[in-house]
C-alpha cells in the first residue's frame, strides 16, 4: 500500500536531514578507496539461455566460464559490461531455488550504462527477440531476464542520471 502524504512528508524531511547529515559537498568529499565493481553475481537456472540473453540479446561479450570452486558441478560465468566490470553467474545444480523475488538485502534492480548508439541498438534487439519492457525519461528500459531479475539498460553516461552528477 502506497504511503499517505503525511507520510510522505515524513519520509521526505528524514530523506532531508539524512542528506544535510552525510552528504558532503564535492570538494570536501574524501577519495573512495574503492576501484569499481569486480563483478555483481546472480543466480542462473539455464546456463545456455543465459548466455545467450546477455551476449546476443543484449550485446555483453562472455568473459569467461569455469567451475564455480565453492560448489562442485556448477558453472561461474562472467560478461563484459565495460570498464572493467562485469556481471556474473553462477547456476547452482541441484538446488531448489524459488524464483526471484525482491527482498531486503536483494537485488531491485541491476543498472547497465550504455551509448545512446549502443542503447538504441539493444533496444532493437530486446524488439527483435519479444522482450517486454518498460521505456522510463527516454534513456532507460527496464525489463527482467530470463530468470526474473529486473534490469536497467541506461543511457546516461556513467556517473550521471537523467542528466545530473551523482558522483
Same mark, same amino acid.
Given at each position: 500500500?502506497?504511503?499517505?502524504?503525511?507520510?510522505?512528508?515524513?519520509?521526505?524531511?528524514?530523506?532531508?536531514?539524512?542528506?544535510?547529515?552525510?552528504?558532503?559537498?564535492?570538494?570536501?568529499?574524501?577519495?573512495?578507496?574503492?576501484?569499481?565493481?569486480?563483478?555483481?553475481?546472480?543466480?542462473?537456472?539455464?546456463? =545456455?539461455?543465459?548466455?545467450?540473453?546477455?551476449?546476443?540479446?543484449?550485446?555483453?561479450?562472455?568473459?569467461?566460464?569455469? =567451475?564455480?570452486?565453492?560448489?562442485?558441478?556448477?558453472?561461474?560465468?562472467?560478461?563484459?559490461?565495460?570498464?572493467?566490470?562485469?556481471?556474473?553467474?553462477?547456476?547452482?545444480?541441484?538446488?531448489?531455488?524459488?524464483?526471484?523475488?525482491?527482498?531486503?538485502?536483494?537485488?531491485?534492480?541491476?543498472?547497465?550504462?550504455?551509448?545512446?548508439?549502443?542503447?538504441?541498438?539493444?533496444?532493437?534487439?530486446?524488439?527483435?527477440?519479444?522482450?517486454?519492457?518498460?521505456?522510463?525519461?527516454?534513456?532507460?528500459?527496464?525489463?527482467?531476464?530470463?530468470?526474473?531479475?529486473?534490469? =536497467?539498460?541506461?543511457?546516461?553516461?556513467?556517473?550521471?542520471?537523467?542528466?545530473?552528477?551523482?558522483?
Amino acid at each position: 500500500m502506497a504511503p499517505t502524504q503525511a507520510e510522505v512528508d515524513q519520509l521526505t524531511q528524514a530523506r532531508d536531514q539524512l542528506r544535510d547529515k552525510h552528504l558532503h559537498p564535492t570538494a570536501e568529499r574524501p577519495a573512495t578507496v574503492g576501484r569499481g565493481i569486480h563483478h555483481t553475481a546472480l543466480l542462473s537456472s539455464d546456463v =545456455e539461455r543465459t548466455i545467450t540473453f546477455y551476449q546476443d540479446v543484449l550485446g555483453f561479450p562472455l568473459t569467461e566460464l569455469f =567451475e564455480n570452486r565453492d560448489y562442485p558441478g556448477s558453472s561461474h560465468f562472467f560478461f563484459d559490461v565495460g570498464n572493467g566490470n562485469a556481471v556474473a553467474f553462477f547456476d547452482l545444480p541441484g538446488l531448489d531455488l524459488g524464483p526471484y523475488a525482491e527482498v531486503l538485502g536483494g537485488l531491485h534492480h541491476l543498472a547497465l550504462s550504455l551509448t545512446p548508439e549502443d542503447w538504441s541498438a539493444a533496444r532493437e534487439r530486446l524488439d527483435r527477440a519479444g522482450v517486454e519492457y518498460q521505456l522510463e525519461s527516454g534513456t532507460s528500459i527496464y525489463f527482467t531476464d530470463p530468470d526474473g531479475a529486473r534490469i =536497467e539498460l541506461i543511457a546516461d553516461d556513467l556517473g550521471e542520471m537523467y542528466g545530473s552528477k551523482i558522483g
